[in-house]
């Protein structure tokens, strides 16, 4: 059983950071790809950032130059630094987990249970 813990939201001036974080427990695949998506009010869920093991593998056009995704693999946690932040940020930030197994093959995935991120003046 895996379960993923988000911390770090909160209300914040246009301009300002934060920086989320989220820790993962349980049986976890050594190779697996963490993330950060949000979703708006009104809008679909959207890919903020991702990386598999240390390597970034993702930046949505968006955050380009402001946001930053880093992990801790000796504590299984990802984060994401957020800086410069703007109204249209705000939205509800949900953490990400996947792997796979080959034999047999199966696919995993866990999400965390969101943190309202406000950019507001």
């Known amino acids: 059983q895996v379960q993923l813990v988000e911390s770090g939201g909160g209300l914040v001036q246009p301009g300002g950071s934060l920086r989320l974080s989220c820790a993962a427990s349980?049986?976890?695949?050594?190779?697996?790809?963490m993330g950060w998506y949000r979703q708006a009010p009104g809008k679909e869920r959207e890919l903020v950032a991702a990386?598999?093991?240390?390597?970034?593998?993702y930046y949505s056009d968006s955050v380009k130059g402001r946001f930053t995704i880093s992990r801790d693999n000796t504590k299984n946690t990802v984060y994401l630094q957020m800086n410069s932040l703007k109204p249209e940020d705000t939205a509800v930030y949900y953490c990400?987990?996947?792997?796979?197994?080959?034999?047999?093959?199966?696919?995993?995935?866990?999400w965390g249970q969101g943190t309202q991120v406000t950019v507001s003046s």
């Open positions: 990400n987990l996947k792997w796979m197994t080959s034999l047999p093959r199966t696919n995993y995935e866990y």
């Open positions: 349980g049986s976890i695949g050594a190779i697996n790809t």
């Open positions: 990386l598999t093991g240390l390597i970034v593998s």
